[in-house]
C-alpha cells in the first residue's frame, strides 16, 4: 500500500525545488531521486559513515537520517552548490590539488563537512579539525591526503 505523498517545497542551493514525497521519504533519497542531484552518495544507510553529508541551515547533517518533511522552510545545500560556474570552491580545489580523493565515493560528505566546519571556524586548530573529519568514513584514502587538503583550504578560506 502507498503512503499518501505530501507536497512541499524545498530550498537546495538557493533553487526552489517542489517535491511530492512520502512522509517515510528520506532527505537523501528524496535529493537524489526528485531532484536529480545525486552528488549527495549513500553508504551506510544508518548515520555512520558520512557520506550523505549535506548541510541544512549551514549544519552538517547525515541525510539518511533526516526525512524531506522535516525540510521545509530550511537552506539545504549539497555538493552541487559548492562550485561557482567553472570555478571550484576553495575546498573542492584544495582536494584536487591534494589528491584528496580516490574512488570519491565519500568525497561529496566530506567536502560538505569541511566547507560548514570551514566557514563556522575558519581559525580551527588541527587536532580540532582531525576530531570533526573523524566523523566521516573513508576507505581508500588512509585519510592524510584528506587532512592535507582541508589544511589547503583552512589557509584559502580564512578571510
Ligand atoms: S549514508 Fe548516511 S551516514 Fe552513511
Ligand atoms: S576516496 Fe574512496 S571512500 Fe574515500
Redesign the pocket.
Known sequence: MNAERVELTLTVNGEPRAVAVEPRKTL?DTLREDCGLTGT????????????TVLVDDEPV????MFAVQCSGVEIRTVEGLADGDRLHPIQQAFWEHHGLQCGFCTPGFLMLATSVLEARPDIGDEELREVLASNLCRCTGYQNIITSVHAARDQMRP
Open positions: 537523501a552518495h549513500l553508504g551506510c544507510e544508518h548515520g555512520v559513515c558520512g557520506a550523505c547525515r541525510s539518511c537520517l
